[in-house]
């Protein structure tokens, strides 16, 4: 059974919670084991705590949660741009599939509630895919 680490950002905490039961589930049905669940302050921080544990050598992949909403700058496009970046950089590097489920940037309050399932089971389905 491959295994995988979930990483997650906690600034939207209660919605982040339900998507990594969602994604729990959906890796049992895919026959992956997640083997750590990490915890960040937020988007941008996910991309350090992914580097510490993507090159683990028992780890064959991970899936990123979180939600980086629209604000009134344009802050949230630039930092999830960055954000995006830093996780294809390091599954390039790594060769090991990195499934994204991160909502926005630039969603709306509105927007969050039904991207949540989508997202996160898609995270996991991209992994067992890749591998």
């Known amino acids: ?31 992956l084991e997640i083997v750590d669940v990490i915890w960040v302050p937020g988007a941008m921080e996910v991309p350090l705590a992914l580097s ?9 992949a991970a899936a990123c949660l979180g939600i980086i909403e629209k604000g009134s700058t344009q802050h949230g496009l630039a930092m999830g741009q ?3 970046r ?5 599954q390039l590097e790594t ?15 509105e927007h969050i509630p039904p991207r949540m399932e989508p997202h ?11 591998l």
């Open 1 to 31: 059974m491959n295994k995988i680490v979930v990483i997650c950002g906690s600034y939207h905490k209660k919605e982040i919670e339900k998507m990594l039961e969602m994604a729990v589930d959906q890796a049992s049905k895919e026959s």
């Open 95 to 109: 060769n090991k599939p990195i499934g994204l489920g991160i909502i926005g940037p630039g969603a709306e309050p």
């Open 52 to 60: 510490r544990h993507i090159y683990r050598d028992d780890i064959d």
């Open 82 to 84: 960055a954000v995006m």
């Open 86 to 90: 830093s996780i294809i950089d390091l």
């Open 120 to 130: 996160a089971r898609a995270a996991i389905s991209a992994i067992s895919s890749m």
